[in-house]
T-cell receptor
Framework: GAVVSQHPSWVICKSGTSVKIECRSL??????MFWYRQFPKQSLMLMAT?????????EQGVEKDKFLINHASLTLSTLTVTSAHPEDSSFYIC???????????FGPGTRLTVT | GQQLNQSPQSMFIQEGEDVSMNCTSS?????WLWYKQDPGEGPVLLIA?????ELTSNGRLTAQFGITRKDSFLNISASIPSDVGIYFC???????????FGKGTRLSVIA
């Protein structure tokens, strides 16, 4: 149980375009979803926390107008990188929780490359 | 943001050897978690610790929650090639605060 999927697993886009990444909890209802960013050989850095039906809470330094998060249902959250630039290239990982923050289940990640 | 001090940064060991890694924090946590991440994948939870002093095992893995609540260690016994990966510790203060991750320990196992 507790499976989280992400789509796509990898994406290449041109600079200036927008990219949407989906995160789904497949076998449980996720009241909270988290979006992380991971650069090569680095740790996971939390970008934002989203609760179903409400606005996401962004961490300091993360541009909410650039990284749009929608959590419209208990099984789906999306992250849209708007007007992507090469420096946005990274590994984006979502996680989902049905309860407490420390009970998070991670997705397999999405590798974004902006050319 | 806040990060945990995780060491060592990387390890090269022979198959069959035991491994030990640890995390320390300047502030207390009420939950410690250990994850493993394979290349191109998301982290997978190995062990969760909820109480100071707690010692928990999961197969060849053993982790302990330090009594000061500011540290934790993970031991892997009799390492095998599939243990290769990056191990992250994470701490959580409360159910409403974010997880804080260590920088990871990259483990390589030489057959």
């Amino acid at each position: 149980g507790a499976v989280v999927s992400q789509h796509p697993s990898w994406v290449i886009c041109k600079s200036g375009t927008s990219v949407k990444i989906e995160c789904r909890s497949l076998d449980f209802q996720a009241t909270t979803m988290f979006w992380y960013r991971q650069f090569p050989k680095q740790s996971l850095m939390l970008m934002a926390t989203s609760n179903e039906g409400s606005k996401a809470t962004y961490e300091q330094g993360v541009e909410k107008d650039k990284f749009l998060i929608n959590h419209a249902s208990l099984t789906l959250s999306t992250l849209t990188v708007t007007s992507a630039h090469p420096e946005d290239s990274s590994f984006y990982i979502c996680s989902a929780s049905a309860g407490r923050v420390y009970e998070q289940y991670f997705g397999p990640g999405t590798r974004l490359t902006v050319t | 943001g806040q990060q945990l001090n995780q060491s060592p940064q990387s390890m090269f060991i022979q198959e069959g050897e035991d491994v030990s890694m640890n995390c320390t924090s300047s502030s207390i946590f009420n939950t410690w978690l250990w994850y493993k991440q394979d290349p191109g994948e998301g982290p997978v939870l190995l062990i969760a610790l909820y109480k100071a002093g707690e010692l928990t095992s999961n197969g060849r893995l053993t982790a302990q929650f330090g009594i000061t609540r500011k540290d934790s260690f993970l031991n892997i016994s009799a390492s095998i090639p599939s243990d290769v990966g990056i191990y992250f510790c994470a701490g959580n203060y409360s159910g409403n605060t974010p997880l804080v991750f260590g920088k990871g320990t990259r483990l390589s196992v030489i057959a």
